[in-house]
């Protein structure tokens, strides 16, 4: 079955430092990838996608490309803000099946 | 305003007391589903609708049942609550946004299984 297998948090950074979560897959087909955020106390929010081999995705400063031949959906951002404090979900959909498989999560802090 | 709502936000109740967690979704989308957030675990899917009178099962559907009336109204029904159901609860809807698709979540519902 697919699966995504994010690196462990939680993970505490300075502002203004490079950022990067890990985020391996494994799935049958072609899956699209997607990256949520979740602010303290909201639900989920897409923050990018990437729907092909080499995709990138980007916004509000994060990145993230769809490595095939390594199955990874890394995220990253040059320099984290304070307000970028939340949880980040790596997860996928792979082919016409409906459900989103998700990885565990990992937790961001960062400091002034 | 496109949003997902879900009530109650918080619940409190006691093991065989049977409850609903209401869910409603304006944006038309046909595809709605459940999740539950457990520390370590992730979110996992209870049910999901892909259209009117249309539900399946996801990964941990044991103790839960969904109906889907109406496009708009998702509902998650506890018929015997019990501790281990103790979890945050999350709705959310599927539509298409910037040439692909995209769920939308709603804000959550904790609950508490005495």
């Known amino acids: 079955g697919n699966s995504v297998t994010q690196m462990e948090g939680p993970v505490t950074l300075s502002e203004e430092a490079f950022l990067t979560i890990n985020c391996t897959y494994t799935?049958?087909?072609?899956?699209?990838l997607f990256w949520y955020v979740q602010y303290p106390g909201e639900g989920l929010q897409l923050l990018l996608k990437?729907?092909?081999?080499?995709d990138k995705g980007s916004n509000k400063g994060f990145e993230a490309t769809y490595r095939k031949e390594t199955t990874s959906f890394h995220l990253e951002k040059g320099s984290v803000q304070v307000s970028d404090s939340a949880v980040y979900f790596c997860?996928?959909?792979?082919?016409?099946?409906?459900?989103?498989?998700f990885g565990t999560g990992t937790k961001l802090q960062v400091i002034p | 305003e496109a949003q997902v709502t879900q009530n109650p936000r918080y619940l409190i109740t006691v093991t065989g007391k049977k409850l609903t967690v209401t869910c409603s979704q304006n944006?038309?989308?046909?595809?709605m589903s459940w999740y539950r957030q457990d520390p370590g675990l992730g979110l996992r899917q209870i049910y999901y609708?892909?259209?009117?009178?249309?539900?399946d099962k996801g990964d941990v559907p044991e103790g839960y049942k969904v109906s889907r009336k109406e496009k708009r109204n998702f509902p998650l029904i506890l018929e015997s609550p019990s501790p281990n159901q103790t979890s945050l609860y999350f709705c959310?809807?599927?539509?298409?946004?910037?040439?692909?698709?995209?769920?939308?979540f709603g804000p959550g519902t904790r609950l508490t299984v005495l």
């Open positions: 959310a809807s599927r539509g298409t946004s910037g040439g692909g698709w995209a769920q939308y």
């Open positions: 990437a729907t092909k081999a080499d």
């Open positions: 944006m038309n989308h046909e595809y």
């Open positions: 799935a049958t087909g072609y899956p699209s």
């Open positions: 997860a996928l959909n792979s082919g016409g099946y409906q459900k989103v498989t």
């Open positions: 609708s892909m259209n009117v009178e249309v539900t």
